[in-house]
């Protein structure tokens, strides 16, 4: 939705604005969940409310010690929406991109203080662990690379549903679908244990594993430095 007019926009940026920058914060700070719109969407206002707030009081406070009179004249224009012609155009809308960069700021300081004690440190990643483990490239981080490009073979051990386990080379998965939509492929040389625990050869070339049979991933690298 597109906010049409002054007072959409003015709602927009005092309501809308800040709530959503510090949602965008948080995001690698909290883990993903469930919940209804309804919660996120309070939680959205109520912060903006709290920063608009602190950031119209400071621009009123400036307006005043600048010029009282431009203080009274961006009141009669807020109550009336009309404005004298002594007073430019460009001072309103001024007011009000300072009162959202102000309001923006305040989301900013209150994730970069104190974001971390109340949900944690910003490492949390967006992608689902399903495409950072069994992606052939290499994360940047784990291990520390030895050289720019590098990649490497993926081996899983899985355990399935059905009890059986099942070890391969990823050749190919479905990366950031919903759960039950992913599949995980496996191409040869694949394994599977028997009742003695003993890993066994078998046939086929390519084995296809929906994401609901999985139990549990085991997964082991290979690197492999690229020219």
Same mark, same amino acid.
């Given at each position: 939705m597109v906010p049409t007019g002054i007072g959409a926009g003015l709602t927009f940026l005092v309501l809308i604005v800040p709530g959503f920058v510090l949602e965008s914060l948080?995001?690698?700070r909290r883990p993903k969940r469930d919940e209804s719109a309804f919660s996120e969407a309070n939680r959205v206002v109520f912060s903006s409310l709290l920063s608009s707030g602190v950031s119209i009081v400071v621009v009123c406070i400036l307006l005043f010690a600048?010029?009282? @009179?431009w203080y009274n004249d961006l009141q009669l224009w807020l109550t009336t929406?009309? %404005?004298p012609p002594a007073l430019p155009i460009a001072i309103p809308y001024t007011c009000l991109f300072a009162e959202a960069m102000l309001a923006i700021s305040f989301v900013w300081m209150w994730d970069h203080f104190w974001g971390e004690k109340l949900f944690g440190p910003r490492r949390l990643? @967006?992608?689902s662990a399903w495409r950072r483990h069994l992606s052939d490239r290499e994360p940047l981080a784990i291990p520390p690379p030895s050289s720019d490009k590098r990649s490497r073979d993926v081996f899983v051990q899985v355990e399935l549903t059905s009890g059986r386990f099942i070890q391969g080379y990823v050749a190919d998965f479905t990366p950031d679908h919903d759960w039950a939509d992913r599949e995980l492929s496996l191409t040869a040389p694949i %394994?599977?244990?028997d009742e003695s625990r003993c890993w066994n050869y078998i046939l086929p070339q390519v084995f296809i594993i929906p994401s609901t049979s999985v139990v549990s991933l085991s997964i082991f690298y290979g690197y492999l430095n690229e020219p």
């Amino acid at each position: 939705m597109v906010p049409t007019g002054i007072g959409a926009g003015l709602t927009f940026l005092v309501l809308i604005v800040p709530g959503f920058v510090l949602e965008s914060l948080l995001l690698n700070r909290r883990p993903k969940r469930d919940e209804s719109a309804f919660s996120e969407a309070n939680r959205v206002v109520f912060s903006s409310l709290l920063s608009s707030g602190v950031s119209i009081v400071v621009v009123c406070i400036l307006l005043f010690a600048v010029h009282q @009179t431009w203080y009274n004249d961006l009141q009669l224009w807020l109550t009336t929406g009309k %404005y004298p012609p002594a007073l430019p155009i460009a001072i309103p809308y001024t007011c009000l991109f300072a009162e959202a960069m102000l309001a923006i700021s305040f989301v900013w300081m209150w994730d970069h203080f104190w974001g971390e004690k109340l949900f944690g440190p910003r490492r949390l990643s @967006t992608d689902s662990a399903w495409r950072r483990h069994l992606s052939d490239r290499e994360p940047l981080a784990i291990p520390p690379p030895s050289s720019d490009k590098r990649s490497r073979d993926v081996f899983v051990q899985v355990e399935l549903t059905s009890g059986r386990f099942i070890q391969g080379y990823v050749a190919d998965f479905t990366p950031d679908h919903d759960w039950a939509d992913r599949e995980l492929s496996l191409t040869a040389p694949i %394994y599977e244990r028997d009742e003695s625990r003993c890993w066994n050869y078998i046939l086929p070339q390519v084995f296809i594993i929906p994401s609901t049979s999985v139990v549990s991933l085991s997964i082991f690298y290979g690197y492999l430095n690229e020219p």
